[in-house]
């Protein structure tokens, strides 16, 4: 079954909002073993919302479609639907009682006019009841497809999807078509270096077509897609259990978790195991190591706490640097990330100390490039060191030094090397 995926709202062309609801379905869809051929934005405008509408019912065999549904004049979803249909928008008295109905339930005297358009639907449009809101989704038959129009609001459009959608298109699909993914996640280590580590494994798979492999980089991490397509759930699992096998040996130690798993809640999982804490002295990251370990519930269970020395004079009056120390080295400088991880970690009684200094821009630093970046984590067994020299803008450098802190402090608890070990190619 092949689907595409149309989001509605000239908000998500000007990049007001961020298009997560396409994300969202794609995986959704996936799950389903619906195949998603494509996606579309288009803006509010009645003839462009049906001519996209239009094109994709002419490809797939399902469309789903989000926003436009709510109650303002730039809301245009129904009337492009009928305008594609060549039906007329008919008043659905069953949805103007629902609408009054939750009003009134929300103890709201005056029902505005206005948001009797959400009551409006073309001919022969079936009103999906939204539990988790006030617009209800529709589905219409165009065509060969079938369109499943949904809210633009996530919380709305997934609720509507789960109910509705969801159970109807796993009917269709029927046995045979179902569709499992599993991530791997890396962290340390180049989208490349991953690619080049799995080359074999991913050549063979492209032989077979199924499993397949993808592979998806953000800052400092790059993610590993085995999906697989069988008859059955078990079956999909084995052939992904197997790949997933060769997978983790080939990137070894880079692999810190799979699936939903975070660098911040392994690295607290690992500190609570331990029965160990941390604290933190940051130039470079300027509090966001500290931030990323108290993302996780419990933090203060395995969190002392930080310092920002962003300034020469922070890091003497907070950390104890020796000026000349400074004055020598530099504050970009491997020894300087030791002295201030070592000084944070005595000084509030913490098992390990994390410290991060470097250049994250514009403008070099001390001699050091843009990008130049030296983290140290210490211990009673003395200190870890990882120098990188990083690319990208200020902001982006911040975020990978995030992850290479907490990386080394994960290598330092499971008794790594300093740096990731893949397995290369073979020649």
């Known amino acids: 079954m092949k689907a595409e995926v149309v989001a509605i709202g000239t908000e998500l062309l000007l990049g007001d909002i961020v298009n997560g609801n396409a994300a969202w379905l794609g995986q959704a869809l996936a799950e389903l073993g619906v195949d998603v051929e494509q996606m579309a934005v288009v803006g509010d405008n009645v003839a462009r919302i049906a001519e996209v509408l239009g094109a994709a019912t002419r490809r797939a065999d399902v469309v789903v479609a989000t926003g436009g549904l709510g109650p303002t004049q730039d809301d245009l ?72 129009a949904l809210p633009g609001v ?91 096998e060769r997978a983790r040996i080939a990137l070894g130690d880079a692999v810190y978790g799979a699936d939903s798993d975070t660098i911040e809640a392994v690295v607290h999982r690992l500190l609570t195991d331990a029965g160990a804490t941390v604290a933190t002295a940051e130039s470079l ?66 098992t390990y100390g994390v410290a991060t200094t470097g250049v994250a821009g514009p403008a070099r630093q001390d001699g050091k490039p843009v990008g130049t970046v030296y983290v140290a984590v210490t211990a009673e067994g003395g200190p870890t060191v990882r120098d990188v020299h990083l690319s990208g803008d200020r902001q982006r450098i911040r975020r990978q030094a995030v992850n290479i802190a907490l990386d080394l402090l994960r290598r330092r608890l499971l008794n790594l090397p300093p740096e990731p070990q893949l397995r290369r190619r073979r020649s």
């Open 154 to 244: 996530p919380g709305e459009m997934r609720e509507i999807f789960r109910r509705w959608v969801a159970p109807e298109l796993a009917e269709r699909a029927g046995p045979g078509t179902v569709l499992l993914s599993r991530v791997l996640r890396t962290i340390g280590v180049w989208e490349s270096e991953v690619a080049d580590a799995l080359a074999d494994l991913d050549a063979e798979l492209a032989l077979r077509g199924n499993p397949t492999l993808a592979y998806l980089a953000s800052e400092g991490q790059t993610r590993v897609r085995i999906s697989a397509k069988a008859a059955n759930r078990d079956l999909a699992a084995a052939m992904i259990a197997e790949v997933e």
């Open 285 to 350: 990251t300027g509090g966001l190591v500290g931030a990323a370990l108290t993302e996780t519930p419990g933090a203060s269970d395995v969190y002392r706490g930080g310092v920002i020395g962003y300034t020469v004079a922070a890091k003497v009056e907070l950390l104890g640097l020796a000026p000349e120390l400074i004055a020598a080295r530099g504050v970009v400088d491997p020894e300087v990330a030791v002295v201030m991880a070592e000084s944070i970690r005595s000084r509030l009684g913490a």
């Open 77 to 148: 979803t129904r009337e492009a639907l009928a305008e594609l249909a060549g039906v007329p928008l008919e008043r659905d008295p069953e949805i103007e009682a629902a609408l009054r109905a939750r009003y009134a339930a929300l103890g709201r005297a005056d029902f505005p006019p206005m948001n009797l358009r959400m009551a409006d639907r073309p001919h022969g449009a079936v009103p999906l009841p939204n539990p988790a809101g006030t617009a209800p989704g529709l589905r219409m038959t165009v065509g060969n497809a079938v369109i499943f």
